[in-house]
């Protein structure tokens, strides 16, 4: 199997859904969380391995079984991914910055901030380690850099500038947060589903399964996530 569609695009511009829509249309989409389907955690591991060491990476083993990529891993990955999969299509869900960031200030970013840090060994270790360091490239947790919203929004506009550089125009389609099919099945020459484009992983979905309501605190998301939200 290789990899068909990667998915630049950050997290929280609608990765959930666009990776629904893709298993959709028939490709079988790797998001984040469903490391976490894989009870052995060996997908974790090959995960955080690929991550600590990009240049011997063997991404067939680490996306064995998928055909498209999306979600943080890809966003950081897309590149590497690319030089391998060169006839690869690449997709970069967007959506304004202030949405964004404001999305990010009150799911993400409390979450990984508050969560608890294992030790190796543990079963989310790795998980919990990918997450917090690809995440931004670590900025998830470094409050100087995350609360700097000017240095954000540089951050968020570097990335969608250098995808665009990168990634020969013929190969890329950007899509906006908020638009449907046409355009995304027309660049990958698919027909449009009857069914709406999907629509998940909202801030307030988002708060309910991971953050307690009396104080704001989050949980620890790893426990609760499972196969059938991932
Ligand atoms: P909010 O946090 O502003 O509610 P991701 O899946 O990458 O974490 O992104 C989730 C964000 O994308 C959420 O934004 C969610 O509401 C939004 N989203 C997902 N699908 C959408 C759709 N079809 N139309 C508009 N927004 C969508």
Same mark, same amino acid.
């Given at each position: 199997?290789?990899?068909?569609?990667? +998915?630049?695009?950050?997290?929280? @511009?609608?990765?959930?859904?666009?990776?629904?829509?893709?298993?959709?249309? +028939?490709? #079988?989409?790797?998001?984040?969380?469903?490391?976490?389907?894989?009870?052995?955690?060996?997908?974790?591991?090959?995960?955080?391995?690929?991550?600590?060491?990009?240049?011997?990476?063997?991404?067939?083993?680490?996306?064995?079984?998928?055909?498209?990529?999306?979600?943080?891993?890809?966003?950081?990955?897309?590149?590497?991914? &690319?030089?391998?999969?060169?006839?690869?299509?690449?997709?970069? @869900?967007?959506?304004?910055?202030?949405?964004?960031?404001?999305?990010?200030?009150?799911?993400?970013?409390?979450?990984?901030?508050? +969560?608890? #840090?294992?030790?190796? +060994?543990?079963?989310?270790?790795?998980?919990?380690?990918?997450?917090?360091?690809?995440?931004?490239?670590?900025?998830?947790?470094?409050?100087?850099?995350?609360?700097?919203?000017?240095?954000?929004?540089?951050?968020?506009?570097?990335?969608?500038?250098?995808?665009?550089?990168?990634?020969?125009?013929?190969?890329?389609?950007?899509?906006?947060?908020?638009?449907?099919?046409?355009? &995304?099945?027309?660049?990958?020459?698919?027909?449009?589903?009857?069914?709406?484009?999907?629509? @998940?992983?909202? @801030?307030?979905?988002?708060?309910?399964?991971?953050? #307690?309501?009396?104080?704001?605190?989050?949980?620890?998301?790893?426990?609760?996530?499972?196969?059938?939200?991932?």
């Amino acid at each position: 199997m290789a990899i068909e569609v990667i +998915g630049a695009g950050l997290g929280r @511009t609608g990765t959930s859904s666009f990776c629904e829509a893709l298993d959709i249309l +028939g490709y #079988k989409c790797h998001h984040m969380k469903r490391c976490l389907t894989d009870p052995t955690n060996q997908s974790s591991k090959r995960f955080y391995n690929a991550f600590l060491n990009k240049s011997e990476a063997n991404w067939d083993e680490v996306y064995e079984g998928y055909t498209a990529a999306a979600d943080w891993t890809a966003a950081h990955f897309y590149k590497d991914l &690319l030089a391998r999969y060169p006839n690869a299509k690449v997709i970069l @869900t967007e959506r304004p910055f202030e949405d964004w960031y404001k999305s990010m200030k009150n799911t993400i970013y409390p979450v990984i901030r508050n +969560g608890p #840090k294992h030790q190796p +060994g543990h079963p989310h270790y790795e998980f919990r380690e990918l997450n917090r360091q690809i995440i931004l490239d670590g900025y998830i947790e470094d409050d100087e850099k995350f609360l700097d919203e000017e240095l954000m929004h540089k951050y968020y506009d570097n990335h969608i500038k250098q995808v665009k550089e990168v990634v020969p125009a013929n190969q890329l389609y950007v899509f906006k947060l908020g638009e449907g099919w046409e355009g &995304l099945c027309e660049f990958l020459g698919k027909s449009v589903p009857e069914e709406p484009y999907p629509n @998940t992983n909202s @801030t307030a979905h988002f708060q309910q399964r991971f953050m #307690k309501k009396s104080n704001e605190t989050p949980t620890d998301p790893v426990p609760e996530l499972n196969v059938g939200d991932a």
